[in-house]
């Protein structure tokens, strides 16, 4: 057969090359499979789906276009194709939202922000799903939906419970750092413009010859870090609940287009297993001093959605769709986050969302996918099954080649590492003691004293105050002073340094 009848490479949905059409990942030939091979999880899921919401979270939010421009020659630790020269723009839209509200609630409320990028690349839609704070509240997926109810209405009264919120944290110490994150001000951002956005997640980076990086994304606003105070926010949520929504529109559209500068901390990959601790867990972060940040781009949003529904709304954002050159970890929150993001867009906007205008990759789409609600884009007599006989795309494990580690062991349920400095309290002080000015540290005890006081139970208090102690003694003893728990002495043994989880 000439080169000229080659058949296209299989893609997924998403328009990103894909390696077999026929075998799944495992761990080894007789191995499990492993969740986070995609592309099978996305077959299975859209047959299942062939025959025919709000968002669950980040319900409340606002978005717009622009594009990303490459700074910095990356090759050497990448080879993906929207990163390979030096002045190339990707175009990309980009999405900002509360966590736990719903459509109606006001955009100042304390809460994290999501801070999400498509970038529509040559080779397929990638893109990056994190928030404004560069850690989250826990490390392993099935506490996720356990932590987002506890942060939802409550299913007797139907309103949102500070008690319920304290009784998780206080259970689950690995969220202190995120916590104290929330409780300062950074909990309360200025605008959507005035924020940092992270990748979160580690991620791999995999160079043209097959060196192998674990890297962070780091998108620092040019605009400064600009917060409001707790008072401040709560004013402006009664004056204007769209605030964020309308303070991106209107910059926009008067010329001021909001920039970030993107910086990646890149560790080579060798030194992740004898890091001091465990660098794909989610609730810390790589300090800068071990890692400095190096920048290659910035991000620029130029231009407003036409159609807020069809262009913000139905926009949906995958941890899967990564393009050749970049990979996950064994981070595993984004392992869980590979499937549960793209099946929770099947149930909210249908089978066929990656075809509309909005979520549509502008480069081919190659799949074997068909049918279904709202389907659109078919590929007329091209065969509907692979392997096939008659010219249909094949795939291209040369080209589309996952990126890999070594794993094995026995099966485990476990949060045991073998990293010398892995706890749950070591980071959270570091942000007290030294990150936060003294009026940050002023605010995020009283932000943390009114949060408390409202309606949280004496026992929850005790257990968050005994927690925070282990954080720092002078932040427990402010919050304990605080809430009326004066009298209670720090829990032995802690003075202000971190405490190491048990290991069994």
């Given at each position: ?56 979270v ?6 717009a ?32 939202s ?8 006001a955009?100042?409320v ?12 040559e080779?397929?839609?990638?893109d ?22 506890s ?14 919120q ?29 924020m ?7 991620f ?5 010859g ?26 402006m ?5 769209d ?72 926009a ?34 249908g ?22 609600s ?13 392997p096939?006989?008659y010219?249909?795309p ?27 400095e ?14 936060l000015s ?67």
């Amino acid at each position: 057969m000439s080169n000229d009848h080659r058949p296209p490479h299989t893609t997924n949905d998403a328009g990103i090359p894909i390696a077999s059409d026929e075998h799944s990942l495992t761990v080894g030939p007789d191995g499990p499979i492993l969740l986070q091979d995609h592309y099978l999880i996305q077959k299975m899921a859209q047959f299942n789906r062939e025959r025919v919401p709000e968002r669950v979270v980040h319900a409340k939010g606002s978005g717009a276009f622009g594009y990303f421009e490459v700074t910095a020659d990356v090759s050497q630790w990448t080879k993906a194709a929207f990163l390979n020269t030096v002045g190339k723009r990707t175009p990309v839209v980009a999405r900002f939202s509360t966590v736990a509200g719903e459509q109606g609630s006001a955009d100042t409320v304390r809460d994290p922000r999501g801070f999400a990028v498509k970038f529509y690349t040559e080779e397929g839609n990638y893109d990056l799903v994190g928030n404004n704070t560069p850690i989250f509240f826990v490390r392993d997926p099935p506490k996720f939906s356990d932590f987002i109810h506890s942060q939802k209405r409550m299913g007797d009264t139907g309103m949102r419970s500070n008690n319920a919120q304290w009784d998780f944290w206080s259970l689950a110490p690995e969220s202190l750092h995120q916590v104290a994150f929330l409780m300062s001000d950074r909990g309360t951002p200025r605008t959507y413009r005035h924020m940092n956005g992270y990748g979160s997640h580690t991620f791999m980076w995999v160079n043209a010859g097959g060196e192998r990086f674990w890297v962070k994304y780091h998108f620092k606003t040019e605009q400064g870090i600009e917060n409001f105070t707790d008072s401040e926010a709560a004013e402006m949520a009664k004056q204007d609940p769209d605030f964020h929504r309308r303070d991106l529109r209107e910059s926009i559209a008067n010329g001021d287009f909001p920039v970030w500068r993107l910086e990646m901390q890149i560790m080579p990959f060798e030194e992740a297993a004898a890091y001091r601790f465990n660098p794909f867990d989610l609730t810390k972060v790589w300090p800068h001093s071990d890692y400095p940040g190096i920048t290659i781009g910035r991000l620029v949003l130029d231009r407003n959605p036409a159609n807020f529904f069809a262009e913000i709304e139905q926009a949906s954002f995958e941890p899967a769709n990564m393009v050749p050159g970049i990979g996950p970890s064994p981070d595993k929150m984004l392992l869980g986050r590979l499937f549960s993001y793209p099946d929770a867009h099947r149930y909210r906007i249908g089978t066929n969302y990656l075809q509309l205008p909005v979520n549509r990759p502008q480069s081919p789409v190659h799949s074997y996918s068909q049918d279904g609600s709202m389907r659109y884009e078919h590929h007329g007599a091209q065969p509907v099954y692979a392997p096939n006989s008659y010219h249909g795309p094949q795939a291209a494990p040369e080209y589309a080649a996952e990126p890999t580690w070594s794993a094995d062991g026995e099966f485990v349920r476990s949060a045991y590492s073998l990293h010398a400095e892995d706890d749950d309290f070591g980071q959270a002080g570091t942000l007290f003691r030294k990150t936060l000015s003294a009026t940050d540290r002023e605010h995020l005890i009283s932000n943390i004293v009114g949060h408390m006081s409202q309606g949280v139970e004496r026992h929850i208090q005790e257990r968050a105050v005994a927690l925070w102690h282990k954080v720092d003694a002078n932040l427990g003893a402010g919050i304990a002073r605080g809430i009326g728990l004066s009298g209670e002495a720090a829990p032995s043994g802690h003075n202000g340094t971190s405490g190491k989880r048990a290991k069994k």
